[in-house]
C-alpha cells in the first residue's frame, strides 16, 4: 500500500519552503521531517526537493509531485470535515490570512464572541500585509480590500468602504503649518509604511472633484505595521496616512488631528474570499460570521 504520511509531509515542506517551518506546523522534529521525506525520495528514486542552507525548492519532479498531491489532500480534508458533520455538531479548522488591520478591527472582534458557540471548530489567523496566495498556501479565507481580490475567487463583503486619513499631533502641529494640499507634504516629516511584498514604500494617494494623484512623501521613519505607524504619531515624530478608522478615537480626544480631509481618499471596503464553492460546513458558519451586515 502507498504511504501517504510522507507526502503530506513533503507537501507541507513544499508549502513553506522550509524544514524548520513545516515541522513546527505539523508538530515534529526538524530531524523527523527531514527523514520522512528522505524515505519519500528512497520510496521513488527521485530527488523531490533542493536544499541549501537557506532555503528549501522542489525540483522540477517535486514541482510535479506536489501540483498532484496537494489540492487531493485539500479535498480529502474537505470531505473529512463533512464527515465530521454527521456527528450533528459542526467541527474542522479554517486558516485566515489577512492584514493586520482587517484582523485587528474586524476579524477578532467577530470571532471572539462567536468562538464559544462552536466548539469544535478551529481558527488560525496568520496577520500579513503581503498579498498571499490562499490556494497555494492552503489557506481557506484571505481577506484584502474590494479592488484587490481575484476575479477567480468567491468573495463576501466584511466591511463598508474604507476612508484613509492625514493625521498629526498637536504637538507636531504646533513646529509645522498645517497642510493644505497634497503637494504641501513634501515639507513635512511623513512617517512611511513598507510594502511587504514588493518592498516598496506605500504611495499616498489623494482625490478631489474627481481627480486623483499620488504625493511624494519623505520622513526619517518607516515601518511595517500601522500600529506602529500610529503610535509614532502619537508621540509627534510626523504625519500618517491610515484607515481612518483606526485613529478615530485618537482624533476625538484631541490627541490627533486631522490635515487634508478634503481630499482623503476612499477605497472598496474589505472582502473575504476563497476558492471553493464546496465550502465545508466549517468555512460557511465563518463566512456568516465575519459578513458584513450593515447598510452601504
Known amino acids: 500500500m502507498a504511504k501517504f504520511d510522507d507526502l503530506s509531509a513533503f507537501a507541507a515542506v513544499v508549502r513553506a ?45 517535486g514541482e510535479r509531485l506536489y501540483e498532484t498531491v496537494s489540492p487531493r489532500f485539500a479535498d480529502i480534508e474537505a470531505e473529512l470535515a463533512v ?3 454527521l456527528r450533528g455538531k459542526p467541527a474542522g479548522s479554517v486558516r485566515i490570512t489577512a492584514t493586520e488591520h482587517a484582523v485587528r478591527t474586524m476579524i477578532w472582534p467577530r470571532l ?15 496577520s500579513d500585509n ?8 492552503r489557506f481557506d479565507i484571505g481577506v484584502r480590500l474590494g479592488a484587490d481580490v481575484a476575479k477567480d475567487m468567491i468573495a463576501v463583503r466584511m466591511a463598508p468602504d474604507m476612508r484613509m486619513a492625514v493625521v498629526g499631533s498637536p504637538g507636531y502641529f504646533a ?18 509604511m513598507r510594502l511587504p511584498t514588493h518592498g516598496g514604500l506605500m504611495a499616498w494617494e489623494f482625490k478631489r472633484r474627481g481627480g486623483s494623484l499620488n504625493a511624494h512623501v519623505k520622513g526619517r521613519l518607516v515601518f511595517n ?26 482624533v476625538a480626544a484631541g490627541r490627533l488631528i486631522k490635515a487634508l480631509d ?3 481618499i476612499t477605497y472598496p471596503g474589505y472582502h473575504l474570499y476563497y476558492a471553493s464553492r464546496r465550502a465545508s460546513p466549517a468555512l460557511t458558519l465563518v463566512v456568516e460570521a465575519l459578513r458584513y451586515s450593515g447598510s452601504l
Not at 503581503?130 to 498556501?137: E, H, L, S
Not at 505595521?225 to 485618537?250: K, N, Q, R, Y
Open 17 to 61: 519552503r522550509s524544514f524548520t517551518r513545516a515541522a513546527a506546523q505539523l508538530g515534529l522534529t526538524q530531524s523527523a521531517l527531514s527523514q520522512t521525506v528522505r524515505a519519500l525520495e528512497r520510496r521513488l528514486d527521485l530527488k523531490l526537493l533542493n536544499r541549501t542552507t537557506r532555503s528549501v525548492s522542489p525540483t522540477e519532479a
Open 83 to 85: 464527515l465530521r458533520e
Open 112 to 126: 471572539e464572541a462567536w468562538l464559544p458557540k462552536y466548539p469544535d471548530i478551529s481558527i488560525e489567523i496568520s
Open 130 to 137: 503581503r498579498f498571499t496566495d490562499i490556494v497555494a498556501n
Open 175 to 192: 513646529r509645522h503649518p498645517r497642510p493644505t494640499t497634497p503637494q504641501d507634504l513634501t515639507e513635512h516629516d511623513c512617517v512611511s
Open 225 to 250: 505595521s500601522s500600529d506602529l505607524m500610529v503610535a509614532a504619531a502619537l508621540t509627534d515624530h510626523g504625519l500618517i496616512w491610515v484607515p481612518a478608522d483606526i485613529v478615530e478615537e485618537h
Open 262 to 264: 478634503d481630499w482623503a
